[in-house]
């Protein structure tokens, strides 16, 4: 059965793009789907659509801290919330990450998945900055890029190429309805359809793949592992040749900082 195109636009500015990031990564061979990791700019699509950070509402930012909180646990993704969190996503411009990751993205694609992941942890998990070059090159190293490429990717940041790109992929998500991150597009049918933020991803699954699926991680299961230097990330994925031989031993979560 030909697998269903899923793309993913993102800003690692957005903490509900790292949950839905990391249960798209969990599910994608479950679902079969070609899932396509798609760096867009955030501030570019709110400009385009006039629309608003939530946090500029008192009670809605009130409770974004708690939903935040809620979403992060159940997904067990490592947000981490600073006390000053709404001042850092407003004060803090992700345009030089998220080229850089465009950069990636065209010239090495199998980073992709470290690299976004090591921007949100830096953001989210740690509260280090991502907006100058020596940042990025600290979150390059954690992702495995060497020195070489990594020097390479930062001068293409500056580049019409790059620069173009990250454009093209925002105004694409915009196209496609997007308001704001995660945009995910699933192509079913011939057709593209819009499913907006992480808490829409049982709808994806079902929409897809038409059976229920157990949230935030694949039943049955047998344990996989993401591994990184000081952190690690343990979920478990489903053994679809032999369901029967999941175990209470093997549906251990871990999750260590």
Known sequence: MARTLVELFYDVVSPYSWLGFEVLCRYQHIWNIDLRFRPAFLGGIMQATGNKPPAMLPKRAEYLLKDIKRMAKYYQVPVKLSENVFQRILGTSTLGAMRFITAAEMTQPQYLEPLSREFWIRFWSQHEDISQPENILAVARQAGLSSELTQKLLEMISSPAVKNRLKETTEEAIKYGAFGMPAVVAHFKGEPHLFFGSDRLELLGSFIAFH??????????????????????????????NPSSATEENNSVELRL
């Open 212 to 241: 229920p699926f157990s949230f935030p991680y694949p039943q049955p299961l047998r344990k996989g592992v993401l591994k990184r230097t000081g952190f690690t990330l343990m979920w478990n994925v489903p053994d679809l040749q």
